[in-house]
């Protein structure tokens, strides 16, 4: 009979052991398994993070390029500066009106008017199309780099205190949406169906107020405003002012009549039935210091700019003209037909050219801080600042014309035929829909 033999206690040892060795292996794979998962998981995170990190910086900067770009000049279908340009940015998508400073886009909520891409290649392309409302392309994706390459797109709406989208308007403010995007292709961008979450692509929405500060806070309510001597020529100065709302005023001035020479009463007029004699004012306390002095240039300025001459001139829509010695009209000029409508130039100003500044539904400011020199028949429509005194010479047969105002923080001297027309439509334009948009503070982001 044969004997059945137990396994040996060494081999029995050895089996437990090969056991216990494959479940210390199963759960070593196990936790390197979950280590990895949590790797991936972490990778994912942190592409997710740095994607709406690169969407977020995108639509900061398009807040911030929008700025620039509505208080800048003309510009082309790509955005770039052109004299030839058939309007600037805020022409080109904004509507404000004159008369009560309301601010409206021409388009409906959210419906993008601008966009720019980051081209690794190229740098940054953009659009700016025309139209009315105007018609932005669909933009294809980039794919020929390895880097990320954002886009930005613009949106206007009108501003209010309640939900977007707004129906009333708030007056001299519009507020400007701009959608980040960590890719080019706008598509992928548009939140609305979804896709971004599903192509892991980062989208952020930065929504500012943006306010006008005006170029002129308080309009004057005549054609000429000084705080000097006027002294005439044979043909005095002609004064116009037929605009109800200013009572006809043709003169205000800080002296008296006695400092005042060569005024010729035929060439004042004011309202119908009232003696151009009765429309000036003479020892205007508003223009006068406690002390009884007239005031300086510095008083004159902000008592109708609002602010200091420091800061105004730094005002983003203010071009600084640097002029040629001898004679400014064709530099000037030249900046009007850019689109410039707010113009400084340090120290005095001369023009002895026969230039056509502005029109009254785009008058030209010009802020000269120093004396000023005319020589000729110009024609300006919009606003003159003097900060000292002011010559102007006419010794052409053409007629010399401003139309609008003139402030001179000093004397007045002619001769020639001169004329000012006050018009107050050329006073609200400088006044409602002409300065400069900054940002007003409480911004936002949205993730969709």
């Not at 601008?114 to 994706?141: F, H, K, Y």
């Not at 709406?157 to 701009?178: D, E, F, N």
Request: aromatic share 6%; glycine share 10%.
């Amino acid at each position: 009979m044969r004997t059945m033999k137990s396994p040996s206690p060494r081999r029995q040892q050895g089996t437990a052991t090969l056991v216990v060795v494959m479940v210390l292996f199963l759960i070593m794979a196990m936790m390197a398994a979950y280590g990895s998962r949590n790797l991936i998981f972490e990778q994912k995170i942190a592409g997710n993070y740095f994607r709406a990190g690169v969407s977020q910086e995108a639509a900061e900067a398009g807040v911030e390029w929008a700025i620039a770009l509505l208080n800048g000049v003309k510009i082309d279908a790509n955005c770039q500066v052109s004299a030839v340009g058939a309007n600037s940015f805020r022409e080109r998508y904004l509507n404000i009106n004159a008369g009560d400073r309301t601010v409206v886009a021409p388009v409906i909520y959210k419906n993008r008017v601008a966009d720019c891409v980051r081209n690794e290649a190229a740098g940054w392309t953009c659009r700016c199309p025309m139209g009315n409302p105007p018609a932005l392309p669909t933009q294809v994706a980039l794919n020929d780099a390895q880097n990320l390459q954002p886009r930005f797109a613009l949106s206007f709406t009108s501003a209010t205190p309640g939900p977007l989208p707004a129906t009333v308007p708030r007056p001299g403010i519009i507020r400007l949406i701009s959608e980040g995007c960590s890719s080019s292709g706008s598509a992928e961008c548009i939140e609305s169906d979804n896709f971004a979450v599903q192509a892991s692509v980062g989208v952020s929405l930065v929504t500012v107020d943006l306010a006008l500060l005006s170029a002129l806070k308080n309009p004057p309510a005549t054609p000429l405003t000084l705080t000097g001597a006027m002294s005439l020529g044979a043909s005095g100065i002609g004064l116009h002012n037929a605009a109800p709302r200013s009572n006809g005023l043709l003169l205000s001035s800080a002296l008296g009549s006695s400092q005042t020479s060569g005024l010729d009463e035929t060439r004042l007029e004011s309202l119908p039935g009232t003696p151009g004699r009765q429309a000036l004012i003479f020892d205007d306390p508003s223009l006068k210091n406690p002390d009884g002095t007239a005031k300086d240039g510095e008083a004159l300025f902000r008592m109708f700019f609002g602010m200091s001459r420091a800061s105004y001139r730094e005002q983003a829509a203010l071009r600084r003209i640097g002029c040629p010695a001898g004679d400014c009209g064709p530099t000037l000029q030249q900046a009007y037909d850019a689109g410039a409508r707010m113009a400084w130039i340090d120290g005095p100003l001369t023009i002895n050219s026969n230039v056509t500044l502005g029109a009254d539904t785009s008058p030209m400011l010009i802020v000269a801080d120093g004396a000023v020199q005319l020589n000729g028949p110009m024609r300006l429509t919009g606003l003159l600042f003097a900060n000292g005194n002011l010559d102007w010479s006419n010794g052409s047969a053409m007629p010399a014309q401003l139309k609008g105002a003139m402030l001179v923080a000093g004397a007045l001297s002619t001769s020639g035929v001169i004329d000012l027309w006050y018009e107050g439509k050329v006073m609200d334009e400088l006044s409602n829909r002409t300065g400069s948009f900054v940002r007003v503070p409480g911004s936002w982001f949205d993730s969709p």
